[in-house]
């Protein structure tokens, strides 16, 4: 035999069901905020972590790019890279020569020519290196003459170079303070090749 619901209580109790279901529906909207809240911060963690090792690896790119740029500028003041620098070159023979008071020096430089290697192409795309040979020819008291102008060459003129012959003679100088009397002396003709590095046309 059923039961019937009092009349008197019905309102209470329709209170209390109501209110039974607005809280099961509060606790499953908190389940699922909670949930949502603990997937948000996971994600914010691994933007920050990915954040962070972009900066980290910003830092590192930056230190790598001082400290190449250093080296370039370094090589652009030296004149390896970009346009040759010939007046530094003649320049520099005549302070040295006249400053050690060598008897004859006479220089010459050939036209530039890019330098064609398979070796550069490869290991280097993007960069041409070319290169201007010169040849010195002098005459002077000794040996020592001629390292203090290779020497000289290497310390004040701007670029590279290499020193690809060297051909050393000893011979009779003519002493013009005495000008009769014949010293030794030495002849020396050298050729001496400068590089310079640009980027491929």
Known sequence: MSKTIPAEIR???LIFTSISILLVVAIVFSLMYRDDAAQSEQSAQRA???????IDGSRESDKIVDKYERSYLGLVKKGVI??????SWFETIQY????????SVKYSVVSQEKVESATIKSSYSGLDLYSSVMTLDMRTGHEGDLFALIDGLQD???GLFTIDNCNVTRERLKDAARDSISIDGVKAKCELSWYTIKAAE
């Open 11 to 13: 309102p209470a109790l």
């Open 48 to 54: 920050m972590r990915i954040w962070k090792n972009k």
């Open 82 to 87: 970009g346009n040759e620098d010939r007046l």
């Open 96 to 103: 040295i020569s006249e400053s050690r008071s060598m008897p």
């Open 156 to 158: 004040r003129a701007k």
